[in-house]
């Protein structure tokens, strides 16, 4: 069984600033995969990025990127110069392989400010 | 290249109907997948479905609720004799196959179901 945990419920940002989600898992699978997904007001749900378990180094999309610590089992997301349309729901999630469900931590709430 | 596409987007229902929510997958996906969000909480598997085949559906209740994913049209998840804690927002995700951990599911808007 999997489990994903996401500490923080609610985080404040100043606009511009960076700020890091926090995501710590659980798993027995030896390969698995781990994703970062949005979900803004309007509610549906955004994928941002991906990190593999074998890969050596740490995934990057724009201004997001992934903090992966394999052996302390955390795959922090960190979002650089934010922006006020970053305020939203985060939720980080995993599969195994050969695995196909995503299990999703309970989300982490971003609020931007100005 | 449209996503995954899902309706309809809000859905009211009085307990003891039928919901049918339904969902076509991105262009090229044949794997779809149904997750259920309750209020404040993270996603939840339900159901994994290729086409005319039923996967996996271990998330699914054993009563009332049912899916499909026929040869042709979209995958519909049914819902009969709703009940007040069925309402939640239900999302539908596809993947183009399942050749390891890297397949991204992308999902759907989602179908918001509030039963009254």
């Known amino acids: 069984a999997q489990k994903i945990t996401q500490t923080q419920p609610g985080m404040f940002v100043q606009e511009k600033e960076a700020v890091t989600l926090d995501c710590t898992y659980d798993?027995?699978?030896?390969?698995?995969?781990l994703f970062w997904y949005k979900q803004p007001s309007s509610g549906e749900m955004i994928f941002l990025i991906y990190?593999?378990?074998?890969?050596?180094q740490n995934a990057t999309e724009g201004r997001y990127s992934l903090n992966f610590q394999k052996a302390r089992k955390s795959a922090n997301l960190v979002i650089s110069a934010s922006q006020l349309g970053d305020s939203a729901m985060y939720f980080c999630?995993?599969?195994?392989?050969?695995?196909?469900?995503?299990?999703f931590g309970a989300g982490t709430t971003v609020t931007v400010r100005a | 290249n449209a996503g995954v596409m899902q309706n309809p987007r809000h859905l009211v229902r009085r307990r003891g109907q039928e919901a049918r929510l339904r969902c076509s997958p991105m262009k090229g996906h044949s794997h779809v997948y149904w997750y259920r969000q309750l209020p404040e909480e993270g996603l939840k598997f339900m159901v994994y479905l290729q086409k005319e085949n039923i996967i996996d559906e271990s998330g699914m209740p054993k009563e009332r609720f049912s899916a499909e994913f026929p040869k042709e049209g979209p995958s519909i998840l049914r819902i009969q004799q709703v009940v007040r804690g069925d309402s939640a927002a239900y999302f539908c995700?596809?993947?183009?196959?399942?050749?390891?951990?890297?397949?991204?599911?992308?999902f759907g808007p989602g179908t918001r179901l509030t039963v009254l």
């Open positions: 999630a995993m599969r195994g392989v050969p695995d196909y469900k995503l299990s």
């Open positions: 995700a596809s993947s183009p196959s399942l050749t390891g951990a890297a397949d991204t599911q992308y």
């Open positions: 798993t027995s699978d030896p390969s698995y995969g």
């Open positions: 990190q593999g378990s074998y890969d050596q």
